[in-house]
């Protein structure tokens, strides 16, 4: 009997993006965390100020990014580097969102991006646990969990969050089929 090996399994990022608004087209990205196959986290040196509004979420000030961050496209290179080649999944809280920033950087920087499957923590949540009684937002969701969720709307804590949450998630669907 002859067997054709399978492919291999794509490799899996939990991604989380802090930006200096909420418009793809307009605003950047700021803040950058990968967990899961590879780690990075990153400031941008060279991103825009942020709204008032975004600033009042995330908190990160210019002069941090000044004094600690990278220029983005360096971080965009790092990034891509460490996704690799080969297609790859990336889980992401509001992936949407994630993907809209990842692309418009991307295209900004006429870098190019490997193929992705995009997962998405918020929608599984929304099909899981359809009367989650704090609401779907990722501290809600960790909150509701007994997680801490000190550093929230930090990129790293957020992607580590969310490779918590899909893990729990991807548990949770399991034993529903499971027991029918």
């Known amino acids: 009997m002859n067997i054709l090996p399978s492919p291999p399994l794509p490799r899996r990022f939990f991604l989380d993006f802090e930006t200096t608004g909420l418009d793809p087209a307009k605003a950047h990205v700021l803040e950058v965390a990968l967990r899961g196959a590879a780690h990075l986290d990153r400031l941008i ?11 009042r979420v995330h908190g990160i000030s210019p002069d941090l990014c000044h004094q600690k961050g990278r220029p983005g496209r360096k971080v965009l290179g790092e990034l891509i580097d460490d996704l690799g080649t ?5 889980v ?5 969102f994630e993907r809209a920033f990842l692309e418009a950087w991307a295209a900004r920087e006429h870098m190019l991006l490997p193929e992705i499957h995009w997962i998405c923590t918020l929608a599984l949540s929304r099909r899981l646990l359809p009367k989650a009684p704090t609401g779907y937002r990722l501290g809600a969701l960790a909150t509701a969990l007994g ?14 969050l969310t490779q918590r ?6 548990s949770w669907e399991m034993a529903k089929l499971a027991v029918g």
């Open 45 to 55: 040196s060279d991103a825009p100020a942020s709204s008032p509004e975004a600033l």
């Open 86 to 90: 080969n297609p790859v999944e990336i």
């Open 92 to 96: 992401a809280h509001n992936a949407p």
């Open 147 to 160: 997680w801490r969720t000190e550093g929230l709307h930090r990129a790293a804590a957020d992607a580590e």
């Open 165 to 170: 949450l899909c893990s729990t998630l991807e």
